[in-house]
């Protein structure tokens, strides 16, 4: 029986690092009784009742926990490192890097993006999300995270909630501190969520932009030239206007804008009756201006904005809703959109 749950527990996968205890050389003894010793890389690790859990699935009675030496925990995250693939913006990465851009706020970008994040999960994809709107942040609180990244020989482990991987601002600040940073601390801020970062090269790594074109904008432009843009707008005239300027700023970056998405399109009432509450037609207007796609036109409901304060995405908050059907029609049209090929000017194919 002992080798048996030997061999059971080391295929249990640590929800951490999404790498098997015996890889990562976690499991450090097991009795016939069923007990199992595991070591685990720090103190007060966050995800310990999901690892028992597992644990008890593979079929462990009891579960004795230690804390790695700093040899072991150096050897843990080189072993998790073995075969890991290329950090994304880097050569040889497979991870799409979509950003979520207006030109403004108030539009629902957070929205619009860990809803489209759930989405991806759901359709088998794995994704991490940057909020990197960093006077603005939100998006730990959409996503219902429920702890702090943990650090490991100086790689920052995001948290995971509803599958998603996800970085912010939110985890370093006071809830009541204003973030009042210039130029170069938030490119630094930025190179860390992207260098730093345990994401594991996902699938998409979505990026919550901040409103405008300033300093997020070129940096992140500088650290991922291959990224492709998605722009929110609203039904309003105004809204669409400003969503434009993100636009040329995505070409004169070389990003591709990939699709449009209309928020806030039309609230449909107990009567039944639907209300263009923000006026119609600008993110079709938008869409015929720029010939790239009108991906989805999101309704108002309610559960949307209760599943926001509360960390329940529209696919968990209204299940089969109008809301839910058209996250999953972008899910759907980004997945199909897959990145140009760029060419070099220079480069001649004979």
């Keep these: 029986m002992a080798d048996s749950l030997q061999t059971a527990a080391s295929e249990v996968e640590d929800p951490l690092l999404n790498r098997s205890l015996g890889e990562l050389g976690m499991v450090r003894g097991v009795s016939r009784s069923g007990q199992v010793k595991v070591a685990l890389p720090i103190p007060n690790y966050p995800l310990v009742e999901e690892l028992n859990g597992r644990l008890g ?17 150096a050897a843990l995250m080189d072993a998790a490192r073995k075969g890991a693939a290329p950090g994304i913006g880097e050569p040889g990465s497979r991870t799409r890097v979509i950003t979520v851009a207006s030109g403004k706020g108030g ?21 991490g999300v940057i909020d ?15 702890h702090q990244p943990v650090v490991i ?3 920052i482990i995001p948290p995971v909630a509803h599958g998603v991987k996800a970085m912010s601002m939110d985890y370093f600040v006071g809830e009541d501190t204003a973030v009042i940073w210039r130029g170069p601390m938030l490119h630094k801020a930025i190179e860390q969520f992207l260098k730093e970062v345990w ?58 804008v990939i699709g449009i998405i209309e928020n806030m399109s039309w609230f449909t009432a107990d009567d039944g009756k639907s209300y263009r509450i923000f006026g119609e037609g600008g993110g079709q207007s938008l869409s015929d201006e720029l010939d790239v796609p009108l991906m989805a036109q999101i309704p108002l409901i309610l ?13 968990i908050a209204a299940p089969g809703s109008e809301a839910d059907a058209a996250f999953d029609a972008v899910a759907e049209a980004v997945i199909r959109r897959k990145p140009r090929v760029r060419t070099h000017q220079d480069l001649v194919i004979r």
């Excluded at 699935?57 to 925990?73: F, K, L, N, P, Q």
């Excluded at 990197?132 to 429920?146: E, H, N, Q, R, Y």
């Excluded at 559960?303 to 696919?315: I, Q």
């Design 153 to 155: 020989e100086q790689t």
């Design 303 to 315: 559960e949307m904005r209760e599943g926001a304060d509360a960390g329940a995405p529209v696919s």
């Design 57 to 73: 699935v593979a079929g462990a009675s009891h579960i004795e926990y230690e804390i790695m030496d700093d040899e072991a925990r």
């Design 132 to 146: 990197a709107d960093i006077w603005g942040f939100s998006i730990p609180k959409m996503l219902g995270v429920t």
């Design 107 to 127: 539009v629902g970008k957070s929205s619009v993006t860990t809803n489209l994040a759930v989405s991806l999960v759901g359709k088998g994809h794995s994704v």
């Design 199 to 256: 994401w594991d090269g996902p699938d998409f790594l979505l990026v919550d932009m901040p409103p405008g074109t300033g300093d997020v904008s070129i940096s992140l432009s500088q650290f991922l030239p291959r990224a492709q843009v998605l722009l929110v707008t609203t039904p309003q005239p105004t809204a669409k206007r400003v969503a434009r300027r993100a636009s040329l700023m995505a070409q004169k970056v070389n990003h591709d």
